[in-house]
């Protein structure tokens, strides 16, 4: 079957850098997704790796290892408006996302 | 401004009642979807239609049934709520299965 793990909650530091882990076994590989959302809101798309690597965009970078199943997003130079909860998802064989549960981001002054 | 509209935004009905949640888009994209979000578990796929006039079961599809007339609406109906039924809906879409998803604001459903 599938399975995605991520942290429940971390909390780091206004003007810091935060690293949010993905692992998550899958029976093929299509891709991963990672997803912001701010409570009380809708997610929103922040990226997409299907190559093994960083990809960087402004002050959010997505790193990918298909060989480990592992995922990191890399939060730099934090802002309080960056609390939220990060949510990873990747494809099944259906192309139907599986989700994790997210990791909730408390960022502190 | 383009994008999911859903309706309503939330929503107390009575066990046993049905209802139809609302949900359009105006970015006429070919897939969409029905989600909903529980606290402590992943978003968990009701119900999904890959273009008009087909639908598919997701994870959790049980007590619900959805319809795709045309490319823009993808309601979702509850024929009979139960309390396990409170939760928020979210309804997406996507221009293709490998495109990031676009969510509406989501319906807060509580079943009393």
């Known amino acids: 079957g599938q399975n995605i793990d991520q942290p429940t909650e971390m909390t780091a530091t206004e003007g810091a850098i935060v690293q949010i882990n993905c692992t998550y076994q899958t029976s093929g590989f299509n891709g991963l997704f990672w997803y912001q959302q701010h409570a009380g809101e809708a997610p929103t798309f922040l990226s997409y790796?299907?190559l093994d690597g960083l990809e960087e965009k402004g002050r959010f970078s997505s790193f990918l290892s298909r060989s480990k199943g592992y995922s990191y997003l890399l939060l730099k130079e934090l802002q309080m408006k960056d609390s939220a909860s990060y949510l990873c998802?990747?494809?099944?064989?259906?192309?139907?996302?599986?989700w994790g549960a997210g990791t909730k981001l408390i960022i502190k002054p | 401004t383009a994008g999911i509209t859903q309706a309503p935004t939330s929503q107390i009905l009575a066990a046993g009642r049905s209802m139809t949640l609302r949900c359009t888009q105006d970015?006429?994209?070919?897939?969409m979807y029905w989600y909903r979000q529980d606290l402590g578990l992943g978003l968990r796929l009701i119900h999904y239609s890959n273009t008009a006039g087909t639908t598919g079961k997701g994870e959790v599809p049980d007590g619900y049934s959805v319809s795709r007339a045309n490319t823009d609406d993808f309601p979702l109906t509850l024929a009979s709520a139960v309390p396990s039924q409170t939760s928020v809906y979210f309804c997406a879409s996507s221009d293709s299965e490998k495109s990031p998803l676009h969510f509406g604001n989501g319906t807060r459903l509580t079943v009393t």
């Open positions: 790796n299907v």
């Open positions: 998802a990747v494809p099944d064989s259906n192309y139907q996302l599986i």
């Open positions: 970015m006429r994209h070919n897939a």
